[in-house]
């Protein structure tokens, strides 16, 4: 119930193409679901969060779309560029005295061809 | 922005030597810091909550006494692997909250331990 499950674990997309990667969970008292970008060697870095109470947040070229009833979310990466490159991990926290404890989908490595 | 910073970077040691890698918390003060194990072309996994000023809570699986943790003040955890082995050899990563809200995290660059 704790887990979050992401796919798929590799993507291959040409520039100027979308990229998507899905994350499920289960556990209904998480509220607070970030995407994590990170290169080779490197912490990752947030790109984009999103709460439950929205169905969809929009920052740049990356949006979030996410379904409370299906207990879905998905990143959209728009007009994908060979510096988006990494590996993407989504995850999942909650409230109360868990929060700040992120729990990470598997990640998805991500190629954007020129 | 919030910026945490984590030293070394890499560290090769000998199997049965101590390793110490510390967090920094440079520009805001975290009560609360996360230490966080990953292994190539694999997920992260928390290891262990750091708690300023009392004991860490640990991860079911992570052995308390090889993986000492220490907070003792508002910007500074420090991670301190024990008798090292090569299985522990890994890319230890920290991360701190509270700017921006208690789950916003922000992650330090990582330490590549590596044991002979």
């Known amino acids: 119930q704790q887990q979050v499950k992401q796919s798929p674990q590799s993507l291959i997309v040409q520039k100027g193409g979308i990229s998507i990667i899905n994350c499920a969970y289960e556990?209904?008292?998480?509220?607070?679901f970030p995407w994590y970008q990170q290169f080779p060697g490197k912490g990752p870095a947030l790109l984009i969060a999103i709460r439950p109470d929205v169905s969809e947040k929009k920052e740049g070229r990356f949006t979030i779309s996410f379904n409370k009833s299906a207990k879905q979310f998905s990143l959209h990466i728009m007009d994908s560029q060979p510096g988006d490159s990494a590996t993407y991990f989504c995850a999942a926290s909650m409230a109360g005295s868990n929060t700040g404890k992120l729990i990470f989908g598997q990640g998805t490595t991500l190629q954007v061809k020129p | 922005g919030a910026v945490v910073s984590q030293h070394p970077s890499w560290v090769i040691c000998k199997s049965g030597t101590s390793v110490k890698i510390e967090c920094r918390s440079l520009d805001f003060q975290a009560t609360t810091m996360f230490w966080y194990r990953q292994f190539p072309k694999q997920s992260l996994m928390l290891m262990a909550t750091s708690n300023e000023g009392s004991k860490a809570t640990y991860e079911q699986g992570v052995e308390k006494d090889k993986f000492l943790i220490n907070h003792a003040s508002l910007t500074l955890s420090t991670l301190t692997v024990t008798s090292a082995h090569p299985e522990d050899s890994s890319f230890y990563i920290c991360?701190?909250?509270?700017?921006?809200?208690?789950?916003?995290?922000?992650f330090g660059a990582g330490s590549r331990l590596t044991v002979l």
């Open positions: 556990n209904t008292a998480f509220d607070y």
């Open positions: 991360s701190a909250g509270g700017v921006g809200g208690a789950n916003v995290l922000t």
